[in-house]
């Protein structure tokens, strides 16, 4: 009974921990600056982190979005247009929308699972169990 119980801790360690509170989903607006032709995104770091995605996937819808290029510098996002942040935060929602929030409960406590065999990306939701493919291509 006690191998049991210290393999039942042991799951429970490994378990993805899931925010059962109701509170709301808002993510962080940018913040950033132009310099000449360039627009400066100085808390994208803090943006990914918030997220919980991998930053070159974020960085990809918002330069296909934004129909721009650019680079991360350090910290920093750089594209290679000035853009208003206002339409670079419309841009964040969208992506929280696609890739972030649960269509059946609402609840961003998601994750992005490549299916190797079928090329195709889930979304998997670690607080209803629901599993749907991801519509938008990014990879």
């Given at each position: 009974m006690e191998n049991y119980e210290k393999m039942l801790e042991e799951a429970y360690k490994n378990i993805k921990k899931v925010d059962k509170t109701n509170n709301r989903f808002e993510i962080p607006k940018i913040k950033g600056y132009f310099q000449g032709k360039k627009t400066i995104l100085?808390?994208?770091?803090?943006i990914v982190s918030y997220i919980r995605r991998?930053?070159?996937?974020f960085q990809k819808f918002l330069f296909r979005e934004l129909a721009t290029s650019g680079y991360k510098e350090g910290d920093k996002l750089i594209l290679n247009i000035r853009i208003p942040s206002l339409k670079i935060n419309q841009k964040i929602e969208q992506y929280a929308k696609s890739f972030i929030l649960c269509k059946e409960c609402g609840k961003p406590d998601t994750e992005i699972i490549k299916d190797p065999q079928k090329r195709?990306?889930?979304?998997?939701c670690l607080a209803c169990g629901a599993k749907y493919p991801?519509?938008?291509?990014?990879?």
């Open positions: 100085t808390n994208f770091p803090q991998a930053p070159e996937h195709i990306s889930f979304i998997n991801i519509r938008g291509k990014i990879n």
